[in-house]
C-alpha cells in the first residue's frame, strides 16, 4: 500500500541552507533508491524555488506563507500539510509537527543542540527560538524524535525525553551523481588564488566555533617543520561571527565537482571545531580517500581509527596532528581503507533508518 510522506524542505529555501540542507537533498535521494510505497510530497515556503531545488524535489507543495513567517506558524498550525499524509516529516526544529490523516506518524529530525554548547556561537533570539521548540517537543508525546549526532540521544533523554521516542538514524556522504572535477580543474582554481603546490583543506563555514584562528597557528608551526604541508586553503561561506583569516587562502563557496576534486587532492583535510553537531567535511574527505585531521568535538568521525584526532584548545595538538596525519599511509591502499571506513555512511542506509523510524 503506497503510504504519502510530507517531508519539509524549508532549509533549501534559506541563503545558507548548511548541513540541514545537505541532509534533505540526501534524504530525498536515498528515499528514491530504497522506497517503492512512498509518495514523497516537499512541503516548501510560498517563495521562488530555485532551479536546482525544483529538478530535486518530488511532488511539491507550497505553504501560503514565505519561508520566515512559516517556521513561526508552524509553531501553532502545521500550515501547508496536505490533508492524506501519511507520515509528516519535519526536517529542522522549525516543524511541522502535525497534520495529515489521522494516525498519521509525525516526527522531527534534531541534528544537534550547539546552541547550548557554546552560547556564544548563538544570538539571544536564536537560543529562545530553539528553546522554545525543544520545549513543545518534549511536550508533544506523539512526535518521534530522529538525531543524526552520536550521543545526542542520551542528552535527550537526560533533559526529558522518552528513549523509545528517540531514533538515531545515519546521515550519508555520497553522491556518486557528481563526478570529481579532474586535477587539472583544481589546480586552474588554487593557480589562480596563488597556490602553486600541496595545500591543507579546510571546507565549511567560516566562524568562531570552526576554531579556525587556532588551526592557523597549529598549521603554520606544522609547516615551519614540514614544508610539504603547503598552503592552508579555506572554501566554503562566511558563517555567523568574524574570523581573522590571516594568510590562509580563501576560495569561498565552489562548485561541488570542485570540491570533491579539492578533497581529493588535498595532502590533509582538517576540521578542528570547538563543537559540532555532526561534522560532515571529515567523512567527505574520507569518502575521497584523503588523510585527516579532526577534532574530539566532531561526532562523526569520533570513533574512526583512520582519523587523527586532536585537542581543539590545544595549538601543539592541532599541529602534531598535522605532522601525524601528513606521515599516514597515502597510497592507494591507504585511500581505500578510509573509504572503507565510512562506507556504511550512504543516504540509502540515512533512508532505510528513517524508514525503521516510521514504521
Request: glycine letters at 8%; a negative charge; proline letters at 5%.
Amino acid at each position: 500500500m503506497t503510504r504519502n510522506l510530507t517531508l519539509s524542505v524549508e532549509q533549501l529555501y534559506r541563503r545558507q541552507p548548511g548541513g540541514i540542507g545537505t541532509y534533505v537533498r540526501g534524504l530525498i535521494r536515498g528515499l528514491s533508491q530504497v522506497s517503492t510505497d512512498l509518495n514523497v510530497v516537499a512541503l516548501a515556503p510560498w517563495n521562488t524555488t530555485p532551479s536546482d531545488v525544483r529538478a530535486l524535489l518530488p511532488s511539491l507543495e507550497q505553504a501560503p506563507l514565505p519561508v520566515g513567517l512559516l517556521t513561526r506558524a508552524w509553531k501553532y498550525r502545521a500550515l501547508g500539510v496536505p490533508r492524506n499524509s501519511s507520515i509528516v516529516h519535519a526536517t529542522s526544529m522549525a516543524g511541522p509537527y502535525g497534520g495529515g490523516e489521522p494516525g498519521a506518524v509525525h516526527s522531527v529530525a534534531m541534528h544537534d543542540l550547539l546552541w547550548r554548547d557554546d552560547v556564544n556561537e548563538s544570538t539571544a533570539r536564536g537560543i529562545r527560538f530553539h528553546e522554545d521548540r525543544l520545549a513543545l517537543l518534549r511536550d508533544r508525546k506523539d512526535v518521534r524524535i530522529f538525531t543524526s549526532s552520536p550521543g545526542l540521544k542520551e542528552q535527550l533523554v537526560e533533559d526529558g525525553f522518552e528513549s523509545e521516542r528517540v531514533y538515531p538514524v545515519r546521515l550519508g556522504v555520497d553522491d556518486d551523481g557528481i563526478v570529481a572535477a579532474n586535477a587539472d580543474v583544481v589546480r586552474e582554481l588554487l593557480d589562480r588564488h596563488g597556490v602553486a603546490g600541496p595545500y591543507v583543506l579546510y571546507v565549511g563555514t567560516r566562524e568562531p566555533r570552526k576554531n579556525l584562528e587556532r588551526l592557523i597557528r597549529a598549521h603554520r608551526d606544522a609547516l615551519a617543520e614540514r614544508p610539504e604541508l603547503g598552503t592552508l586553503v579555506f572554501a566554503g561561506s562566511p558563517g555567523w561571527g568574524s574570523v581573522d583569516t590571516q594568510n590562509a587562502t580563501v576560495l569561498g563557496v565552489v562548485e561541488r565537482d570542485v570540491l570533491k576534486g579539492l578533497f581529493r587532492d588535498a595532502a590533509v583535510c582538517a576540521y578542528v571545531t570547538i563543537a559540532e553537531g555532526w561534522g560532515l567535511p571529515p567523512v567527505e574527505a574520507l569518502h575521497a580517500g584523503t588523510r585527516v585531521v579532526a577534532s574530539t568535538s566532531t561526532p562523526s568521525v569520533a570513533n574512526n581509527s583512520e582519523v587523527v584526532h586532536v585537542d581543539p584548545f590545544d595549538v601543539v595538538s592541532i599541529s602534531d596532528g598535522l605532522l601525524r596525519a601528513l606521515a599516514m599511509d597515502d597510497s592507494e591502499t591507504g585511500a581505500q581503507r578510509r573509504r572503507a571506513s565510512v562506507a556504511d555512511l550512504t543516504w540509502a542506509n540515512s533512508a532505510l533508518d528513517h524508514l525503521d523510524g516510521w514504521s
